[in-house]
Each structure stands twice: as C-alpha cells, then as structure tokens.
C-alpha cells in the first residue's frame, strides 16, 4: 500500500450515524422555531462540529440558539444511537485488512470523544480503535474545513502529511484533507459523488476501498 496512515472520519464513514444524527438535528431546530428539513441538515451540517449550527442560524437569523443547545441535542442523538446506530457495512472488513498489511489508521472526527466512544461501544468497533488512534475536533482549535484536526492525528501518529490518506463522506472533509495535504477518497453512500469534488477517487461500497488504495 503507498500510504503509511489511513485516516478515518467517524460519522457515516465507520458509523452509519449520519440518518439518526441528522433527522434529530432538523427536529430539534425546528422545535426551536428554525425549521430544517432533513435534506438542508445533510446540506449545511454534515460532518461539521455543533459550533456550525449556532454559526450558521446566528448568520441567518440573528437568533442565538439556547445555553443547553448543544447538551440537549447529544443527549438525543446519544439515546438514539442506544438503539438504532450500526458500523458501516464492511468497514470492520477494511479495518482487518489494514490489520493484516500492518498499515496503521485512525479516526479523525468532528465529532467530540464523548461522541466517537459511545458509537463505537454500542458497534463494537471499540475493539479495532486504541485510545490514541482516536483524534476528535476537542483536541484542536478549528473544526473542518480547517486542516487542523487532520495535521493533529498524522503528527501524533507520526506520519508525514503526504504519507496519508483521508477517508471522507463530507465536503468540508474533502476541504480539510485537501488543506492538510492529504490524498482523500470520497465515500459516496450518502453524498453525492459531485459534491465530494477534489478527491482521488470515489466510492459507494466498503469493499471497494482497499483496492483503492492498493
């Protein structure tokens, strides 16, 4: 494989959370009187940090979202996940195969840690993920599209930009790798493959990924 590191975005790349995070978070904006569909949630918010939202409504609005905001949408989305949230089909495959090469990977989300352990406890891929392999929009200043929380996870796995490669289902994903200097490849399940633009490749399947990046 020509990449030392294969870094992961968590939500919808190795937890299908994406439908659940997203359906909570247009509910709960439009119980707050700023009506969201679900559709515009995937459009504005996916895989941004919740600092995006209170961004983004101040912008439109002028409103500022309540002090609890951000504790009552994580314990919705959390009691969700309890019963609904499952790995990505195959990603537990991709993981044994990168085990098997002996190429390292993480994850790289911007999601908070709290977020990121709670889904892979209730998926099991806690089992494939040590405590410092896990890297989250906490342990940095700015969120995606920033390059930040790609440029942490490779400096503290030690591995040079240019030697990784971004696993992503986000335009402001494929912005942050791209800002890092990282090759990425777009995982089209959910978004379409024209709004991943500037990746190395595509893909709708796990079971395609590793020949990608063979």
């Given at each position: ?8 975005d968590?939500?919808?790349v ?8 997203n ?21 504005d918010?996916m895989?941004?940090?919740?600092h995006r ?7 439109r ?28 089909p195959?990603?537990t ?6 085990v ?18 709670v ?18 929009v906490?342990?940095v200043?700015?969120g995606k599209?920033?390059?930040d ?8 796995m030690?591995v ?6 971004v ?13 890092a200097?990282?090759?990425?490849y ?7 493959a024209?709004?991943l ?7 709708s399947?796990?079971?395609?990924l590793r020949?990608?990046?063979a």
């Amino acid at each position: 494989m020509r990449y030392e590191l294969v870094i992961f975005d968590n939500d919808g790349v190795l937890v299908d959370s994406e439908p659940i995070s997203n359906t909570i978070l247009a509910e709960y904006l439009t119980e707050l009187g700023h009506p969201t569909s679900y559709q515009e949630s995937l459009r504005d918010y996916m895989g941004a940090a919740v600092h995006r939202v209170h961004d983004l409504v101040g912008e439109r609005t002028g409103a500022k979202l309540p002090d609890d905001f951000d504790d009552t949408l994580h314990a919705r989305v959390f009691a969700a996940f309890q019963q609904e949230l499952e790995p990505v089909p195959g990603v537990t495959d991709v993981l044994a195969g990168l085990v098997a090469d002996g190429v390292a990977y993480c994850v790289a989300s911007s999601g908070s840690h709290e977020r990121i352990r709670v889904g892979h406890r209730k998926t099991g891929l806690d089992q494939w993920f040590e405590e410092d392999w896990i890297f989250s929009v906490d342990d940095v200043g700015r969120g995606k599209p920033a390059p930040d929380l790609f440029l942490h996870a490779a400096e503290r796995m030690g591995v040079a930009p240019e030697r990784c490669v971004v696993i992503e289902d986000s335009p402001l994903g494929v912005e942050a790798a791209r800002a890092a200097g990282m090759d990425v490849y777009g995982f089209t399940s959910m978004m379409p493959a024209d709004r991943l633009t500037g990746v190395n490749g595509y893909f709708s399947d796990m079971s395609q990924l590793r020949e990608l990046l063979a």
